[in-house]
């Protein structure tokens, strides 16, 4: 794997022989991370085009005062499904897409770690479409807004079918995501080439793999709040619903705690396109990778942290205000310094005003302006007047389309010749560019004016005040033009699919690794792995006279630890966040007591006996792995069938509590306490359920005899899971039954 | 008395601090002379001087739980910081310490030392009992020093790796924030004395009045810093680990 040659010029193949015979299916069952990310990339063009539909449908609508070629309430449907299409079916796919297919060839990897579990993370997006747009058979779209805020989503206020739908489809969404950010995790940390240390990954790959924690971390915070909502609106809980006791702020801080990283996750692919796009059309290695690197792992810990500043409105006082406000001032700093670099980058390069340049560059002077009206936002006065304006749908819109669709549209003409051989036109390409500079601000800066005058968002429409009218015909002539540039795009990829110009191993003269290979690369990727001791392995090859100075040691020694057990642990940090949320609503609750049954309608003394069980569980799993260690089979079944009996008996435990309280007339519908009880232990018990389900298998597996000695660390990486459900038991232990005793 | 007055006035100057202090800076310089990075001792002193005589710790003392809060994360995390930092490189733990140099107790230190003295007998004792609050302090230095250790340990070879360093920094942050989240949105008192303070300095109706600090709020500000404040702390030391990593070429360790 050491060789210095690149690959051979091979014809693109579409397909390999052995799957000639079922050449019909290959793309639907494919698991190679190529097809996967076209196949994300697809999909997120398609839903971009029903997305862009809704948004000349609105704007048609708003195109002229007092209009009424919409009904008010298919208006609310149709702004709810274009945010929530464009967020959850256009910008998370297509980011993930160009990951999936990129980020494996910029590290020298074949594949995915799991790609299995790759194409499953596909196959959810979909899904949860099709979810989504059943709603509208099903009694009507949802008409509650992107963010769904209760209790307006709650059965009283919106009694269709309409919200359910959403929430299942992004709970399917969600899943779907954090399977991929864990493959994404998994895959940098275990399947790097040779060479490729961290401190040597290309920006791109980094920025996404720290993109991949904030989406484990994020997206279960949002699912757990989903739960919530359909245990509300399916089995009559009351977490949300103000006048049962529950709390729609409670609502707001859930979402916007998932809804604030949410905006970085969204924009973090497209600063790992820009950054690599801009140095090599600079011709110039990046200005300050580290503080890149950096600035990105400082952002995503400060997302994390900031959610108060989209409820300045609501009333948390004025204290809260204060302090969201200071940290979200401090989040522009990390992002300033992106700007920066990718500036300074430029300075002085010998820069090249291809296509993917152009749209960089663009990407760049809005970002900023979507920067500055940003921090205005922070600013709590100023946010006071201007939310739920005009001038925050310029503003966001800015970030979405400004910033990351240009990105998307940088990153489509970069690598378009990679995934398919041929270069795209570069004349449609800067017609695309152009129609869509013109349209963009068209559109969105007119917008920040029609704000400031003081034109509410999500009206259906408007009475006929001086500049309304005018203004609003301006913003919806630019959509026609953006319309126009979607066209060229699709276009453009058509043509050139077929009949564009060959586009060679590198046509770019980029550094990083996916241009080390064929274009299109073939099905292991490489056939050989250039030397890897800098950022750029290509350009050391092509100036051996004065090669990039070698970065870190001066070593190819890779640590790749196993991958089964790093996933694991990805997805329980993952879903540590799902129950942290559930046990912060339920203490929530507990802290604000109803009228009704409370915790002493627990039997704390046998539940003790049956956690009793639940942790000695974990011991006997633990022996149970040191006897496949030591290769010794009937102990080791011994330990797994007590393990999975003691789980069994602790299931029961919690069967016989259930019972005792739906014996006495308690269910999920009865109060908060009941309602927040149920769901927190109902979901742990869920995945204990699991647990002895994956134990099951294991059990089935080494029953047969053919364990073999591979396989123990997916033993382990089972059991890593138990210990974790064991250990989550504890905390709701300890505030479920044994926090009432301190009072 | 007015806030001036009150600025000015409740300095509390403990003969005892100030000998502690000077003794602490003459064994100092008796074990390490020139070795010593005198500067980050001298903050060292500077902030926990600052955290126990300054108006803070007369409002600690039973008026506002958010100076308390102050003075807690002054104690666990600056002033360790300092201490650590201000060791010279050839600087080793006596044996028996060495053992907690585990990066889990080290963890359950940093962490504990939040969630320990919130709950609320133990932060109402410590407040009400003087004697209780000197084992506080000591034990928020030492908590807060065994939690530095993994990161800011006199040499490399006793860190953390930079990656292993930020998960622990990470973890830590993500632990303390949900008590301050807790904090800050629990509609009950955590420390019931700062409900109604006794008002031995007549400063109670600025602090109402003018300062409009209820009990609420005050409940509300000391989770906030808890829960921002304390996580840019965090942050920073993160920001530390990147550039440690970045800056010349150690060998890679692991990276989970
Ligand atoms: C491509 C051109 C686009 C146009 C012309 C457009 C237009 C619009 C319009 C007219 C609205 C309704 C405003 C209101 O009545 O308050 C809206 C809302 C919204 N748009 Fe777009 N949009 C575009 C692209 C995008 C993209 C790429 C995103 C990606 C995140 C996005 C996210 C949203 C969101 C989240 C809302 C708010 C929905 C809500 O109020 O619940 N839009 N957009
Ligand atoms: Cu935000």
Same mark, same amino acid.
């Given at each position: 794997m050491n060789g210095t040659t690149t690959a051979p010029a091979s014809p693109a193949t579409l397909l390999d022989p052995a799957e000639h015979w079922h050449h019909r299916l290959a793309w639907l069952s494919t698991v190679d991370h190529k097809r996967i990310g076209v196949l994300y990339l697809l999909t997120g063009l398609f839903f971009f085009v029903v997305g862009g539909l809704e948004a000349l449908v609105l704007r048609v609508q708003l195109a002229v005062p007092k209009n009424h070629f919409l009904q008010p309430d298919t208006f609310n449907q149709l702004f709810t499904m274009h945010g929530t299409t464009m967020i959850f079916l256009v910008v998370i796919p297509v980011g993930l897409g160009f990951v999936n297919y990129f980020l494996p060839l910029q590290i020298g990897a074949r594949d995915m770690?799991?790609?299995?579990? +790759?194409?499953?993370?596909?196959?959810?997006?979909?899904?949860?479409?099709?979810?989504?747009?059943?709603?509208?058979?099903?009694?009507?779209?949802?008409?509650?807004?992107?963010?769904?805020?209760a209790p307006l989503s709650e059965t009283p206020y919106s009694s269709t079918l309409g919200v359910d739908y959403w929430a299942v489809a992004l709970f399917v969404l969600g899943i779907g995501s954090v399977a991929t950010a864990i493959n994404i995790i998994a895959t940098v940390i275990c399947r790097r080439a040779p060479g490729m240390t961290m401190r040597r990954l290309p920006l791109f790959t980094w920025i996404n793999f720290v993109n991949a924690f904030m989406i484990i971390l994020a997206l279960p915070v949002l699912n757990a709040g989903l739960a919530?909502?359909?245990?509300d609106r399916q089995l009559e809980g009351h977490f949300f619903l103000p006048f049962h006791g529950g709390s729609a702020v409670l609502w707001q801080h859930i979402f916007w705690a998932f809804g604030h990283p949410e905006v970085y996750i969204m924009v973090f692919p497209a600063f790992g396109i820009v950054s690599e796009v801009i140095p090599v059309f600079s011709r110039k290695p990046i200005?300050?990778?580290?503080?890149v690197a950096a600035s990105s792992v400082a952002i995503a810990v400060l997302s994390m942290g900031v959610w108060g500043h989209h409820m300045f409105t609501v009333g948390m006082g004025r204290a809260a205000n204060s302090f969201f406000a200071i940290s979200s001032l401090l989040i522009a700093i990390p992002t300033g310094v992106k700007v920066l670099n990718w500036t300074a980058t430029m300075i002085g390069g010998r820069l090249r005003f291809d296509v993917p340049m152009l749209f960089c560059i663009a990407f760049l002077i809005q970002f900023l302006l979507a920067g500055i009206t940003g921090i205005s936002h922070a600013v709590v006065p100023l946010d006071w007047q201007t939310k739920n304006s005009y001038f925050l749908v310029a503003h966001f819109h800015f970030v979405a389309v400004g910033a990351i669709v240009f990105a998307f549209f940088a990153a489509v003409y970069f690598w378009f010749p990679k995934m398919s051989g041929r270069m795209l036109s570069e004349r449609l390409g800067k017609w695309t560019f152009w129609l869509m500079v013109i349209g963009f601000n068209m559109t969105f800066i007119i917008q920040h004016f029609l704000g400031l005058l003081g034109m509410p968002r999500r009206v259906f429409t408007?009475? +006929?005040?001086?500049?309304?009218?005018?203004?609003?015909?301006?913003?919806?002539?630019?959509?026609?033009?953006?319309?126009?540039a979607a066209l060229f795009?699709?276009? +453009?990829?058509?043509?050139?699919?077929?009949?564009?110009?060959?586009?060679?191993?590198n046509p770019w003269n980029a550094w990083t690794l996916e241009w080390a290979t064929t274009s299109p690369p073939p099905h292991e990727n490489f056939h050989a792995l250039p030397p890897i001791r800098s950022r750029r392995p290509l350009w050391d090859i092509a100036n051996p006279d004065r090669p990039d100075p070698v970065v870190g040691e001066n070593t190819s020694e890779i640590e790749s630890p196993d991958k089964t057990k790093t996933g694991i642990l990805t997805f329980i940090v993952s879903e540590a966040a799902f129950f942290a949320i559930l046990l912060l609503a339920y203490l929530y609750f507990y802290a604000r007591p109803q009228p009704g049954p409370g915790p002493r309608e627990l039997d704390v003394p046998r539940t003790l006996v049956f956690s009793l069980c639940l942790f000695a569980s974990s011991f006997t799993l633990w022996r149970s792995e040191i006897a496949l260690g030591r290769q010794r089979r009937g102990s080791m079944l011994g330990w797994l069938v007590l393990t999975i009996t003691l789980g069994g008996v602790f299931l029961v435990g919690q069967g016989m509590e259930y019972w005792k309280l739906f014996q006495t007339g308690v269910d999920v519908s009865t109060n908060l306490f009941a309602t927040s009880f149920f769901t927190l232990t109902g979901f742990h018990g869920l995945h204990v359920f699991l647990g002895l389900v994956a134990l099951l298998i294991f059990l089935w597996l080494?029953?047969?005899?053919?364990?073999?000695?591979?396989?123990?660390?997916?033993?382990?990486?089972?059991?890593?899971?138990?210990?974790?459900?064991?250990?989550?038991?504890?905390?709701?232990?300890?505030?479920?039954?044994?926090?009432p005793l301190a009072r | 008395m007015t806030t001036y007055e009150f600025l000015t006035t409740t300095w509390r100057w403990?003969?005892?601090?100030?000998?502690?202090?000077?003794?602490?800076l003459v064994g100092y310089f008796l074990a390490f002379r020139r070795r010593g990075r005198l500067a980050y001792l001298g903050g060292a002193l500077a902030v926990f001087l600052f955290a126990l005589i300054s108006p803070v710790s007369a409002l600690a003392d039973g008026?506002?739980?958010s100076a308390h809060m102050v003075q807690h994360i002054l104690l666990v995390l600056i002033v360790p910081a300092f201490l650590l930092l201000s060791l010279p490189r050839s600087f080793s733990l006596p044996r028996p310490f060495t053992a907690l140099t585990h990066p889990l107790i080290g963890w359950m230190a940093g962490v504990g030392a939040m969630w320990l003295w919130h709950v609320p007998a133990l932060c109402n004792a410590a407040t009400t009992s003087s004697a209780i609050s000197v084992i506080q302090t000591t034990s928020l230095l030492l908590m807060g020093s065994a939690f530095w250790w993994q990161v800011l340990a006199p040499r490399d070879a006793q860190r953390l790796s930079p990656a292993a360093g930020i998960a622990y920094l990470f973890t830590a942050c993500t632990a303390c924030s949900v008590l301050g989240i807790i904090l800050t949105f629990a509609p009950v008192s955590i420390c019931p004395v700062y409900q109604q303070p006794v008002d031995r300095l007549g400063i109670l109706s600025s602090i109402r009045g003018q300062w409009g600090l209820t009990s609420e709020r005050d409940q509300q500000i000391g989770g906030l810093l808890m829960w921002v404040p304390m996580c840019l702390i965090y942050l920073t030391a993160i920001l530390a680990q990147l550039a440690r990593w970045h800056s010349g070429p150690h060998p890679e360790k692991s990276n989970a």
């Amino acid at each position: 794997m050491n060789g210095t040659t690149t690959a051979p010029a091979s014809p693109a193949t579409l397909l390999d022989p052995a799957e000639h015979w079922h050449h019909r299916l290959a793309w639907l069952s494919t698991v190679d991370h190529k097809r996967i990310g076209v196949l994300y990339l697809l999909t997120g063009l398609f839903f971009f085009v029903v997305g862009g539909l809704e948004a000349l449908v609105l704007r048609v609508q708003l195109a002229v005062p007092k209009n009424h070629f919409l009904q008010p309430d298919t208006f609310n449907q149709l702004f709810t499904m274009h945010g929530t299409t464009m967020i959850f079916l256009v910008v998370i796919p297509v980011g993930l897409g160009f990951v999936n297919y990129f980020l494996p060839l910029q590290i020298g990897a074949r594949d995915m770690a799991f790609p299995r579990l +790759n194409a499953f993370g596909f196959w959810l997006i979909p899904f949860g479409g099709i979810l989504l747009h059943f709603s509208v058979l099903a009694g009507g779209a949802p008409a509650v807004g992107w963010f769904s805020y209760a209790p307006l989503s709650e059965t009283p206020y919106s009694s269709t079918l309409g919200v359910d739908y959403w929430a299942v489809a992004l709970f399917v969404l969600g899943i779907g995501s954090v399977a991929t950010a864990i493959n994404i995790i998994a895959t940098v940390i275990c399947r790097r080439a040779p060479g490729m240390t961290m401190r040597r990954l290309p920006l791109f790959t980094w920025i996404n793999f720290v993109n991949a924690f904030m989406i484990i971390l994020a997206l279960p915070v949002l699912n757990a709040g989903l739960a919530m909502l359909l245990i509300d609106r399916q089995l009559e809980g009351h977490f949300f619903l103000p006048f049962h006791g529950g709390s729609a702020v409670l609502w707001q801080h859930i979402f916007w705690a998932f809804g604030h990283p949410e905006v970085y996750i969204m924009v973090f692919p497209a600063f790992g396109i820009v950054s690599e796009v801009i140095p090599v059309f600079s011709r110039k290695p990046i200005f300050g990778y580290a503080f890149v690197a950096a600035s990105s792992v400082a952002i995503a810990v400060l997302s994390m942290g900031v959610w108060g500043h989209h409820m300045f409105t609501v009333g948390m006082g004025r204290a809260a205000n204060s302090f969201f406000a200071i940290s979200s001032l401090l989040i522009a700093i990390p992002t300033g310094v992106k700007v920066l670099n990718w500036t300074a980058t430029m300075i002085g390069g010998r820069l090249r005003f291809d296509v993917p340049m152009l749209f960089c560059i663009a990407f760049l002077i809005q970002f900023l302006l979507a920067g500055i009206t940003g921090i205005s936002h922070a600013v709590v006065p100023l946010d006071w007047q201007t939310k739920n304006s005009y001038f925050l749908v310029a503003h966001f819109h800015f970030v979405a389309v400004g910033a990351i669709v240009f990105a998307f549209f940088a990153a489509v003409y970069f690598w378009f010749p990679k995934m398919s051989g041929r270069m795209l036109s570069e004349r449609l390409g800067k017609w695309t560019f152009w129609l869509m500079v013109i349209g963009f601000n068209m559109t969105f800066i007119i917008q920040h004016f029609l704000g400031l005058l003081g034109m509410p968002r999500r009206v259906f429409t408007y009475p +006929n005040l001086p500049h309304w009218g005018w203004m609003n015909m301006l913003s919806t002539v630019g959509v026609l033009f953006m319309a126009a540039a979607a066209l060229f795009l699709v276009w +453009n990829l058509a043509v050139s699919f077929f009949r564009g110009k060959i586009a060679g191993d590198n046509p770019w003269n980029a550094w990083t690794l996916e241009w080390a290979t064929t274009s299109p690369p073939p099905h292991e990727n490489f056939h050989a792995l250039p030397p890897i001791r800098s950022r750029r392995p290509l350009w050391d090859i092509a100036n051996p006279d004065r090669p990039d100075p070698v970065v870190g040691e001066n070593t190819s020694e890779i640590e790749s630890p196993d991958k089964t057990k790093t996933g694991i642990l990805t997805f329980i940090v993952s879903e540590a966040a799902f129950f942290a949320i559930l046990l912060l609503a339920y203490l929530y609750f507990y802290a604000r007591p109803q009228p009704g049954p409370g915790p002493r309608e627990l039997d704390v003394p046998r539940t003790l006996v049956f956690s009793l069980c639940l942790f000695a569980s974990s011991f006997t799993l633990w022996r149970s792995e040191i006897a496949l260690g030591r290769q010794r089979r009937g102990s080791m079944l011994g330990w797994l069938v007590l393990t999975i009996t003691l789980g069994g008996v602790f299931l029961v435990g919690q069967g016989m509590e259930y019972w005792k309280l739906f014996q006495t007339g308690v269910d999920v519908s009865t109060n908060l306490f009941a309602t927040s009880f149920f769901t927190l232990t109902g979901f742990h018990g869920l995945h204990v359920f699991l647990g002895l389900v994956a134990l099951l298998i294991f059990l089935w597996l080494a029953w047969r005899g053919d364990f073999a000695p591979g396989r123990s660390s997916a033993f382990e990486a089972a059991g890593y899971y138990w210990h974790f459900v064991d250990i989550v038991w504890v905390f709701v232990l300890l505030t479920v039954y044994i926090l009432p005793l301190a009072r | 008395m007015t806030t001036y007055e009150f600025l000015t006035t409740t300095w509390r100057w403990s003969f005892l601090l100030l000998l502690f202090c000077a003794l602490a800076l003459v064994g100092y310089f008796l074990a390490f002379r020139r070795r010593g990075r005198l500067a980050y001792l001298g903050g060292a002193l500077a902030v926990f001087l600052f955290a126990l005589i300054s108006p803070v710790s007369a409002l600690a003392d039973g008026y506002l739980f958010s100076a308390h809060m102050v003075q807690h994360i002054l104690l666990v995390l600056i002033v360790p910081a300092f201490l650590l930092l201000s060791l010279p490189r050839s600087f080793s733990l006596p044996r028996p310490f060495t053992a907690l140099t585990h990066p889990l107790i080290g963890w359950m230190a940093g962490v504990g030392a939040m969630w320990l003295w919130h709950v609320p007998a133990l932060c109402n004792a410590a407040t009400t009992s003087s004697a209780i609050s000197v084992i506080q302090t000591t034990s928020l230095l030492l908590m807060g020093s065994a939690f530095w250790w993994q990161v800011l340990a006199p040499r490399d070879a006793q860190r953390l790796s930079p990656a292993a360093g930020i998960a622990y920094l990470f973890t830590a942050c993500t632990a303390c924030s949900v008590l301050g989240i807790i904090l800050t949105f629990a509609p009950v008192s955590i420390c019931p004395v700062y409900q109604q303070p006794v008002d031995r300095l007549g400063i109670l109706s600025s602090i109402r009045g003018q300062w409009g600090l209820t009990s609420e709020r005050d409940q509300q500000i000391g989770g906030l810093l808890m829960w921002v404040p304390m996580c840019l702390i965090y942050l920073t030391a993160i920001l530390a680990q990147l550039a440690r990593w970045h800056s010349g070429p150690h060998p890679e360790k692991s990276n989970a």
